[in-house]
C-alpha cells in the first residue's frame, strides 16, 4: 500500500472511530479506572494496562453490525463496549 493509501486509511479509520463515540469512551474508562484506584495511585502503564482489553472489546463488538447505539448525552455504546 502507498503512503497515501495508507493515510486515507488512517482517516478514514479516525472517522469511524469518532463516528461510535470510542475515544470518548476510552477517556471516560480511563476516567473510571483512576477513580476507582484514586488518581494518585495508578501509573501510566497500570492504566494502559487496565484499559486496553475493554477498549479493544468495544471495537471488535461494535464491528458487527456497523457500530453502536447511541447514549443519554450522545456518548455511543457499542456492543461488549464501555460499562464506566
Same mark, same amino acid.
Given at each position: 500500500?502507498?503512503?497515501?493509501? +495508507?493515510?486515507?486509511?488512517?482517516?478514514?479509520?479516525? *472517522?469511524?472511530?469518532?463516528?461510535?463515540?470510542? +475515544? /470518548?469512551?476510552?477517556? *471516560? $474508562?480511563?476516567?473510571?479506572?483512576?477513580?476507582?484506584?484514586?488518581? *494518585?495511585? =495508578?501509573? =501510566?502503564? /497500570? $492504566?494502559?494496562?487496565?484499559?486496553?482489553? @475493554?477498549?479493544?472489546?468495544? $471495537? /471488535?463488538?461494535? +464491528?458487527?453490525?456497523?457500530?453502536? @447505539?447511541?447514549? +443519554?448525552?450522545?456518548?455511543? /455504546?457499542? *456492543?461488549?463496549?464501555?460499562?464506566?
Amino acid at each position: 500500500m502507498d503512503s497515501g493509501g +495508507k493515510d486515507r486509511l488512517k482517516a478514514v479509520l479516525r *472517522e469511524r472511530l469518532q463516528e461510535v463515540g470510542w +475515544k /470518548e469512551g476510552v477517556k *471516560e $474508562l480511563c476516567k473510571e479506572v483512576m477513580r476507582n484506584n484514586r488518581i *494518585e495511585g =495508578v501509573t =501510566v502503564d /497500570e $492504566l494502559v494496562a487496565s484499559t486496553t482489553a @475493554r477498549a479493544r472489546g468495544a $471495537l /471488535e463488538g461494535g +464491528k458487527e453490525g456497523g457500530g453502536g @447505539r447511541e447514549r +443519554k448525552g450522545g456518548d455511543v /455504546e457499542v *456492543e461488549g463496549g464501555w460499562h464506566a
